[in-house]
């Protein structure tokens, strides 16, 4: 069964620095989703992006966040400027359809540590 | 944010027998619900979905109650097994192609 695949698994980082999140989303899905759960907390939605630009986003997604599809594959999250705040696992997700209702599809998630 | 709330953080149930869990909403525009299941270290994994012109929807062992005047939609396991001891998220939304909005999750544990 096709699946989103996300890398890293595990990505430390000091406060301040940059970081890439990646997600290959699963190949034939149109929208993709960028989601974080904070340890303890519920899942939270960062960002949907549907044909090249962002669909929607929370009040979490400030400046600092940005996403990108660099190629017909990959749908990445940049997050400047690290805070300790920034620390929790992050899903990538992809849907099939521009239209109905169709499930989320999420990888297994990278754990980002800010240091 | 409390559009959708799960207000049991746990349940035990024997194997064999009916797990129900419970989720609550605030949000009358929603019309699209899911339930995930998630395993530690994994990704919440689609498990059954129900929209609003529905009160019901099956998939094997697995069905969802959705009760739109009360704001409450349900999943109930049966028989329940072992490799169903996960934590299960419901999730909410306005529309296709939209945000989920997730509740906090109930953990389960089916008790062999």
């Known amino acids: 069964e096709p699946e989103v695949t996300q890398t890293p698994s595990h990505q430390v980082t000091q406060m301040g620095q940059e970081v890439i999140l990646r997600c290959v989303p699963i190949?034939?899905?149109?929208?993709f989703y960028w989601y974080r759960q904070i340890l303890g907390q519920k899942v939270e939605f960062l960002v949907s992006?549907?044909?090249?630009?962002?669909?929607?986003k929370s009040e979490i997604f400030d400046d600092q966040f940005s996403v990108e599809r660099p190629d017909g594959s990959n749908f990445t999250l940049k997050i400047r400027s690290t805070k300790l705040e920034d620390s929790a696992m992050y899903f990538c997700?992809?849907?099939?359809?521009?239209?109905?209702?169709?499930?989320?599809?999420f990888g297994d998630g990278t754990r980002l540590s800010i240091l | 944010d409390q559009q959708v709330k799960q207000n049991s953080p746990s349940l035990s149930v024997q194997e064999g027998r009916i797990s129900i869990l419970n989720c609550d909403y605030t949000?009358?525009?929603?019309?699209?619900f899911l339930w995930y299941k998630k395993y530690p270290a994994e990704g919440p994994t689609f498990l059954i979905s129900?929209?609003?012109?529905?009160d019901k929807n099956e998939d094997g062992r697995f069905t969802v109650f959705l009760n739109k005047s009360a704001k409450h939609l349900s999943l109930h396991i049966v028989p329940s097994q072992p490799g169903d001891s996960a934590v299960y998220f419901c999730?909410?939304?306005?529309?296709?192609?939209?945000?989920?909005?997730f509740g906090t999750g109930t953990s389960l544990t089916v008790i062999p």
């Open positions: 129900i929209s609003s012109i529905k």
């Open positions: 949000n009358s525009m929603f019309d699209y």
């Open positions: 992006f549907y044909n090249n630009e962002i669909s929607e």
């Open positions: 997700a992809s849907s099939e359809w521009a239209g109905g209702f169709q499930p989320q599809h």
């Open positions: 999730a909410a939304s306005e529309r296709a192609g939209n945000q989920f909005y």
């Open positions: 190949s034939n899905h149109l929208y």
